[in-house]
């Protein structure tokens, strides 16, 4: 946590008299900064941010109401102490003070070991708040890496021999999220290839990921078809599922000594096709109810014949969610016209390019949910 000596603490008022008060008051216990109107205290903050601000509020120019307002309205600044310090004493003013955003509120005259208590109070609050904050970060740094591990870590190896090319992304909208994605050999004519998203963010929706991951796996080993391995995983993910979370997932199983694939999908929505010639289109788009709330009769399938040069999409819905900074959706008619203007080159450049789409859509809004795009594409067996 940090010491309270290394705490900043900048006082903003126009009368040097109250100025030099509380310059006494607290040297020698923080660093301080001295700001004599309302511009010169935004620009100071602007350079480095304090720990505290003692904020007078009748000032000429920008007052101190107006300072805290614009603290707040601030990403940087939205959490930085403010302890109003005024002869403003009706409860109009006082109320006024805290509504803009003020910490604490103090009246002038005032005591000195008055203000050096409260001062001591907030940076001590402060300090805690942050200690808080790191530790949760360090926590989310590692649950992500934990996170990361379980995805496939060498997709080449997976799909050798097998004619296909996959290329794959994740994106967490966090540290940890919900999306998952598996590429795995289940024989030497055999790989699964699935991509799921699980409700919520954070921790707890990386402990369901990983649970729904290690079901899959397990399942897919013991050669069952894509709406087994669904209903399988449903009816396991029932049994404990105390916070009522679920899981969309789409399983597409290819078969090359057949050349053909199957898909079955619970709540998610359907993959992109790409066939030379042809313009993208949405395919597999017959769905069961998402996995993990609720028994289900079973899920519908769907088995396409394979074409050499043909690539599936598959993604989630920080892909056709993703808003502008207009809270416009990027949306499945945008996808397929990126879709529709890339070159079809491999499974990584269609990848890439999605994503790029996603971005420049976005134009800097924040993202909203966890983005994955996964490419898979058939060049035909050797």
């Known amino acids: 946590?940090?010491?309270?000596?290394?705490?900043?603490?900048?006082?903003?008022?126009d009368v040097k008299a109250n100025v030099d008060i509380l310059v006494q008051a607290l040297s020698g216990e923080y660093k301080l900064s001295v700001a004599l109107g309302g511009q010169q205290a935004l620009d100071a903050i602007g350079r480095c941010a304090p720990d505290l601000v003692l904020l007078d509020i009748v000032m000429p120019g920008i007052d101190g109401y107006e300072i805290c307002r614009r603290l707040r309205a601030a990403d940087a600044t939205r959490e930085l102490p403010v302890m109003f310090l005024s002869s403003l004493e009706d409860v109009n003013d006082k109320t006024r003070g805290f509504e803009v955003g003020g910490n604490d509120y103090l009246t002038k005259p005032f005591?000195?070991?008055?203000?050096?208590?409260?001062?001591?109070?907030?940076?001590?609050?402060?300090?805690?708040?942050?200690?808080?904050?790191?530790?949760?970060?360090?926590?989310?740094?590692?649950?992500?890496?934990?996170?990361?591990?379980?995805?496939?870590?060498?997709?080449?190896?997976q799909i050798q021999g097998t004619g296909l090319d996959v290329h794959a992304v994740l994106e967490p909208a966090r540290q940890v999220g919900g999306d998952l994605f598996e590429v795995l050999r289940l024989g030497p004519d055999r790989v699964l290839v699935a991509v799921g998203d699980v409700s919520g963010k954070g921790i707890p929706a990386a402990l369901f990921m990983a649970v729904a991951m290690t079901l899959l796996r397990s399942l897919a080993r013991q050669g069952r078809s894509p709406e087994e391995i669904l209903a399988q995983l449903n009816d396991e993910l029932l049994q404990q599922n105390p916070r009522g979370m679920f899981v969309t997932l789409q399983c597409?199983?290819?078969?090359?000594?057949?050349?053909?694939?199957?898909?079955?999908?619970?709540?998610?929505?359907?993959?992109?096709?790409?066939?030379?010639?042809?313009?993208?289109?949405?395919?597999?788009?017959?769905?069961g109810r998402v996995l993990g709330l609720l028994p289900a009769d079973g899920f519908p399938s769907e088995t396409l014949a394979l074409e050499t040069g043909e690539i599936f999409v598959l993604f989630t819905d920080g892909v056709s969610e993703a808003f502008d900074a207009n809270e416009d959706l990027f949306g499945e008619e945008r996808l397929l016209a990126t879709l529709h203007t890339?070159?079809?080159?491999?499974?990584?450049?269609?990848?890439?390019?999605?994503?790029?789409?996603?971005r420049r859509h976005a134009g800097g809004a924040p993202q909203s949910d966890d983005i994955t795009v996964v490419s898979?594409?058939?060049?035909?067996?050797?």
Do not use: W
């Open 1 to 13: 946590m940090k010491e309270l000596s290394d705490c900043r603490v900048l006082i903003v008022d």
């Open 111 to 157: 005591e000195v070991l008055e203000v050096k208590a409260r001062v001591r109070s907030l940076l001590k609050a402060k300090a805690y708040a942050e200690a808080v904050k790191a530790a949760a970060e360090r926590d989310l740094r590692i649950a992500r890496e934990i996170q990361t591990g379980l995805l496939p870590a060498n997709i080449p190896a």
């Open 252 to 287: 597409l199983m290819f078969d090359l000594a057949e050349g053909r694939v199957t898909c079955a999908s619970a709540g998610h929505h359907g993959a992109v096709q790409i066939t030379p010639g042809q313009a993208p289109r949405l395919a597999f788009t017959s769905s």
């Open 342 to 358: 890339l070159p079809n080159r491999d499974a990584r450049d269609i990848t890439l390019g999605v994503l790029d789409a996603v």
């Open 376 to 382: 898979v594409g058939y060049a035909g067996r050797a």
